[in-house]
């Protein structure tokens, strides 16, 4: 239920314009009140339609409305008391991520995932007992975005596979955990732009295809690169099922004008068959 939909409503009452009666009576029986709606709680001339100028509405209805839209909310903590948390986005975000070169005092090697958590402007910042910080992030030219769990659970092994078989070779990169399509949040905006050029370890579908689109539309200027195994053809061989039509149309919409992405286009168009980066860790 728009608790902003019963706002406008409620203040063209006020200000003695026409509203839709049904939709307003809609709204209010999805509202589950502890008042005990009836229709005839609502009186009005009708206008034209649907449209209804409204004449009077009981004191104890219009005082439960009232409360609900004032308490509806401008985020996600302030609707939470009539919960409509869900209206709103949440104030701030987090990334998973590995810095595989990174050192502790001693010179051994740290790479463990960490929470780089993000406030409502985008801002980063790390835990403070890590040996993570800004100044350390920038050592890292490049960043690998895994869209998928389990290889980035197993990075080592997906690392090794992307440089046996994706020619992935840099030599300075954080991995981050992409979530699938969260990694496009504005707020990771800043943080993404930091880095030289972006690795999409992505699945060869659809999905894959949308979630680097995305990627590009927030960093227009970007430099990526969509990591494929140089045997694609062979292993999109071995799928037996068929992607649609309409996914692959939807494919060639989402790449054109990419060049970046056309190598990814080329596959699904000419095969008709997807597959997906965890069949990577497949030996």
């Known amino acids: 239920m728009s608790a902003n939909s019963l706002r406008n409503i409620l203040d ?13 009576q809609t709204l209010i029986k999805g509202l589950n009140l502890d008042y005990r709606f009836e229709l005839t709680n609502i009186k009005a001339d009708k206008v ?37 948390s869900h209206q709103h ?9 590995i810095k595989p070169s990174s050192q502790d005092t001693a010179g051994n090697t740290s790479a463990y995932p960490i929470v780089v958590l993000f406030d409502e402007h ?14 350390q992030r ?21 690392v090794g596979f992307l440089q046996s078989y994706c020619q992935f070779d840099s ?11 969260e990694i496009s949040n504005v707020l990771h905006k800043d943080f993404l732009a930091s880095y030289q050029k972006l690795y999409f370890c992505f699945d060869i579908d659809l999905g894959g295809v949308t979630i680097a689109k995305n990627i590009i539309n927030l960093l227009p200027n970007i430099n990526y690169e969509f990591l494929m195994p140089s045997d694609i053809q062979d292993r999109v061989g071995q799928v037996v099922r068929r992607v649609s039509a309409d996914d692959v149309a939807r494919v060639r ?8 992405l056309t190598q990814v286009c080329q596959v699904l168009s000419r095969n008709f068959k997807a597959i997906e980066q965890e069949s990577f860790l497949y030996e």
């Open 12 to 24: 063209n009452i006020h200000n003695d314009k026409p509203i839709n009666l049904i939709r307003l």
């Open 171 to 181: 030599r300075s990169y954080d991995i981050v955990f992409a979530a699938g399509n």
């Open 138 to 158: 920038l050592q890292a030219t490049d960043v690998l975005l895994i869209e998928n769990r389990q290889l980035f659970l197993q990075w080592q092994k997906t």
């Open 48 to 84: 034209k339609g649907n449209s209804y100028r409204v004449t009077h509405i009981e004191d104890e209805l219009l005082v439960e409305l009232t409360r609900f839209i004032d308490q509806a909310g401008a985020d996600r903590v302030s609707a939470a008391q009539q919960n409509l």
């Open 122 to 135: 985008g801002q980063a910042s790390f835990p403070p007992n890590s040996i993570i910080n800004s100044a």
């Open 253 to 260: 919409s989402l790449t054109a004008d990419h060049q970046g």
């Open 89 to 97: 986005k949440v104030m701030g975000s987090y990334l998973m991520m």
